[in-house]
């Protein structure tokens, strides 16, 4: 080990290594491009796996990565099966009230969202990564599908157009998520962050129980809007539509929801009081109107449904030139809302259990869904929230409970349709309403109000924008600034002043580390970003900024004049030309005032394009250091030595033969 | 100096100090908040001038602050005046074709434009920041009015009223432009990198050079697109119309024009022959046409203008509700586009002059000029492209070249007008493209691809965008991938494997320092930005796999087990709260592999929000080291000890008292 401390006495505190900062080993373009490729479109490294393995495992895992019901289907447990029949039950006897709802907001036929609660999730359990989505259509891409379609045709005029351009939009739409997902777009769920998604689960289930006021009052008429606003003045500007009734029959089982959850909560044992409560309120709620004839007197119920399975429409999509823009058009702008829903509530729930979704693969899963959707008589679906918060919330443990929702669908739709006609609305928005309280995570916005202002701050544009405008505008808000923080990271990095550890050769922040003590003589700076366009410019103009504070303050205190500055480069992970162009002016500023410039530890990157740009011949390379120490250790033995002027030969000597 | 060498051999290579990673005292909330603000709008802190000022001098700094030609006016000297005036007539010889061809396009009165080259260049004198910027309208802003405005009212049929609401869009233009320039927001130029503008100056170069062919061959009709297939569809589909005699005299001047430069570079005394060239020709052509009577043989001149300066328009803005949201609009638009034109030609001659502008108070002087020249009968000015250049090259010193220019420019309205009616435009032309050629800079964007890639990337998307669609397109592909590139470091961090470099205590990446060596049992890995959710997945991810490699590695060749997992964490320089979820989930990875992790160097921020988190409890804080050095002394001494298995109090005891 090198040692300076006999020879060299003024570098006796700060003398150590002899190492130069390393120019690493040049790389052809095409492996270096390749490697950057690699890591950013494939950085789960998707074929390690199929390493060192027979030809027969190799297909085996290959299928498995396609469809993760092979995966896990092998340890599916019994225990498994009786939660996941219960939730499938539960959203099933969510999904035709849903269903038929939203597609009349989308102006096609009711029967048509009961078909779509059919094939879409049986895709979905073999080919998805999350255990909590229940597949059906949502209300937001089902009112864009009928205003972008009805601009093109008139529902009313031309029904039998108007459903074959659904099921072409449908097409596109499902061909354009599986794209993404092919090209390893899947990345994008990462600007789903945990604030913004705490913000966005709370937002969209408060917006969510605000629209079973609907279906509590017993209301014919209610917005399309989810704002809260609109929501309200809907509500209140038809008091006296309010039907008693239905309030206190959706009152009573809210009461009786929330107290078996309280229950179960207590005594987890009783587990499965609160997964079976949904459906004994459709069952219970159901008879109790086949009794009363409530239906009668105000309670609203599902009604008459037509029976038989989904036809196919394969024959039915429409590729006719005058219609394509139009379809393609509804189809990228239906599926990339679809799929970020989808994404963030799958999301949302892997968070809650702590597993992981593969991004890519939800983009093939729900995409594959809508692709054979489209071609089986279904439009548009995704992982709609509220059905996917009451699967969670029933205790689905697998994507079995979307099998076992799509067959209890087929059943219904082959011979239980009758079965279904005194289902009360009211009790499907108590559960709903039921399923939405237990969402609203108060305590994680309190922890990050107490870690991190700024993610608070997303946390809160999340919610607000969800629920005083809409999904997307919250979704966009949030991640718009969470992006806005990366730029921001970048565009203004922090510089630190940084000192001498006392009794040791370390040099770090004087902020962090109040007992570090400067150096006098020297300013040594540390860089916690690249440098990079955005900060060039602050950079310099922030440099000569701590230049001149120190030299006020050392010519206010009388101590040693400043001599040399040293850039700690540790922190600085890549540099471009305006950055290295930045260097160079920084040299220029600070010889002007007859200062000079030391670079400690630069990292590969950086060196590569130093060396690259001839900024190292420029500067002397004698003036670049492996560490911090090494670099003060230098400028203090010139500080001290006889020789007052620098001198590139002593410098040269002293790195390398301390 | 605490050493661990004597007491502790199995540390001995790597024992060193022996102190804690320090939590940095809190700060008030507000107090951060404000620094952060502080930092990110004012980094050149512009108040500090005043500090310790008398009063009187305060003010002066402050007008300095305001109207920069307080500040440059006292040193400006007889010899700049001689370029300036040159370059200034210069410009002025261009200013009146192009003015004329200019509100042509924005369906406005001929006269308009050269109104527009009187008022708002005496603005800009005075309050400009850049010294080569030359005021005047522009293409793409003329042809925008034309198209937002001709929505509402028909040009033909109204033209007072069309008049008086182009004055009100460019009121609304200054206004915007200001109100950004107050707002702080000038480090929005910051993101037009050093490499953006080389490939924007070509690409602008080659497009303004093609649009000359338009005067060279003497065409009356010719394309308003920019990009360079429809100038040549132009240009091809009307060979009938070429004129020989216009084309004959364009290349005579060029090559006169291009020849002077060609000497001027050669001798440098001679740099007057270069910068009288335009000059000289526009004179020479103007006599040559009076003498031939050329205008009767296909070459086109100027023409016949009105006499007289800017009448006043102030009582013309027209707030009238009816028209406001398109005045507000086409305002706003054109504002930004000419904010963006403005700036990016002041920034790419800045950058070649070596001196630099600041964004906020180039956006306070555009508009300013618009403001004040929506009173004076001028519509939407910028600095353009081609006229800054021209400027540029005939020598300009200083912005009282504009100053001559308004003046030559104001004389030619009350006076001059018959003496430039006999100007050919093919002089201008050649004008024109000479000061281009010299623009296209090979040399620049060779250097790029050599040290930087990406940033060669940047500069050809550039060059493309605004080469084959337009100006805007260019810059916004070019600033796209730029910000992409920024999303990318973070979205992708790079991930090193450490190891000690011979006979030192330094722990540095093994890909750089290729003879840095590992440390059997213990992985070190250093992260290189800060811990996001952009990236936190990733790291996840891409940790566990340089686990699994390790593994690997360690079980073909025979090595001691891996035991610890060190991450060094000097390079990163904040976290949020997904990034803290990621290394809870790390640290329950690395546990169920039976492995051990610990933390090296966290900074402050970092260390704040793990301790506030309550991560350090979580992991334990005798985990969590100050350098890479140390965890590696203590990882080792654990390994080496005869205790395999961890106990955090010998832990905690040998990093306090060795």
């Known amino acids: 080990m090198g040692s300076a401390d006999d020879t060299n006495p003024p570098a006796e505190n700060y003398g150590g290594t002899s190492h130069r900062a390393a120019i690493p080993p040049p790389q052809p373009f095409v492996k270096s491009l390749k490697n950057t490729l690699k890591e950013t479109f494939f950085p789960d490294d998707p074929l390690r796996q199929f390493k060192n393995q027979s030809p027969g495992r190799r297909l085996a895992l290959g299928l498995q990565y396609f469809f993760p019901i092979l995966e896990w289907g092998p340890r599916y447990t019994w225990q498994f099966f009786k939660s996941d029949l219960i939730s499938g039950i539960t959203i099933a006897s969510l999904a035709i009230p849903q269903g038929i709802s939203y597609a009349k907001l989308a102006n096609l036929p009711p029967v048509l969202g009961l078909y779509s609660s059919f094939v879409p999730p049986l895709i979905y359990a073999v080919m998805g990564s999350s255990r909590d989505l229940a597949v059906g259509t949502v209300a937001v891409g089902s009112l864009l599908m009928a205003s972008m379609l009805g601009e093109v045709v008139n529902p009313l005029e031309d029904p039998t157009l108007y459903l074959h351009l659904a099921f072409t939009a449908t097409f596109f739409a499902g061909l354009f998520e599986v794209g993404l997902g092919f090209l390893r777009l899947g990345f994008i769920v990462d600007f789903l962050s945990h604030a913004t998604i705490v913000g966005f689960m709370g937002g969209a289930a408060t917006v969510v129980s605000l629209q079973q006021l609907k279906g509590v009052l017993g209301l014919d008429q209610f917005t399309h809007a989810t704002d809260i606003i609109s929501v309200m003045r809907s509500v209140f500007s038809q008091t006296n539509k309010w039907r008693w009734e239905s309030a206190v029959l959706g009152c009573v089982f809210l009461f009786y929801l929330l107290l078996s959850r309280y229950f179960s909560k207590k005594k987890p044992k009783l587990f499965w009081i609160s997964a079976m409560a949904p459906l004994t309120s459709v069952i219970l709620g159901s008879v109790l109107v086949y009794l009363t004839h409530a239906e009668k007197h105000g309670v609203q119920v599902i009604g008459h449904l037509k029976k038989g399975i989904n036809p196919p429409s394969i024959m039915h999509l429409n590729f006719d030139s005058k219609y394509l823009t139009t379809a393609i058009k509804t189809g990228i702008v239906t599926g990339i809302i679809s799929l970020a829903e989808g994404i963030a509530v799958g999301r949302s729930f892997a968070m809650f259990k702590h597993y992981h979704i593969d991004g890519n693969k939800e983009m093939i899963a729900i995409g594959m869904m809508n692709m054979v959707g489209s071609c089986t008589s279904c439009y548009l679906t995704t992982g709609p929230f509220s059905r996917s918060a009451v699967n969670f919330n029933a205790g689905c443990k697998t994507a079995v409970s979307n099998i076992v929702m799509a067959i209890a669908v087929m059943i219904t739709l082959l011979l239980l349709t009758p079965l279904f006609h005194y289902t009360p609305l009211v009790v499907l928005s108590s559960i709903i309403i ?60 922090r510089t630190f002043v940084l000192g001498n550890v006392p009794d040791s050769k370390v040099f770090r922040s004087v902020d962090q580390y109040q007992n570090a003590r400067s150096v006098p003589g020297i300013l040594i700076l540390e860089i916690d970003a690249p440098i990079y366009f955005a900060n060039s410019n ?4 922030r440099i000569s900024r701590w230049i001149d504070d120190e030299e006020d303050r050392v010519k206010s205190s009388g101590e040693t004049d400043l001599k040399y500055i040293i850039l700690d480069m540790s922190a600085v992970g890549n540099i471009d030309t305006s950055g290295i162009s930045m260097l160079d002016e920084v040299m220029k500023i600070v010889d002007r005032r007859g200062l000079k410039l030391a670079l400690a530890n630069p990292g590969a990157e950086v060196m590569k394009k130093l060396n690259k740009s ?18 003060v250790g230098a400028c203090n033995y010139m500080l001290h030595s006889c020789k007052p002027k620098m001198d590139s030969d002593v410098l040269e000597k002293y790195s390398n033969n301390v």
């Open 434 to 493: 039921a399923a939405m309280l237990g969402l609203i995570d108060y305590d994680a916005a309190i922890h990050l109000w107490h870690v991190d202002k700024f993610d608070f701050l997303v946390c809160m544009s999340a919610y607000v924008g969800v629920v005083f405008a809409s999904i997307e505008v919250g979704l966009v808000m949030a991640v718009g600034l969470s992006v806005l923080r990366l730029l921001l990271f970048v565009a203004r990095p």
């Open 538 to 541: 602050y950079l310099r103009e």
């Open 614 to 631: 001839k900024f190292l011949e420029r500067m002397g390379q004698e003036w670049i250091f492996l560490t911090a120490e090494d670099a």
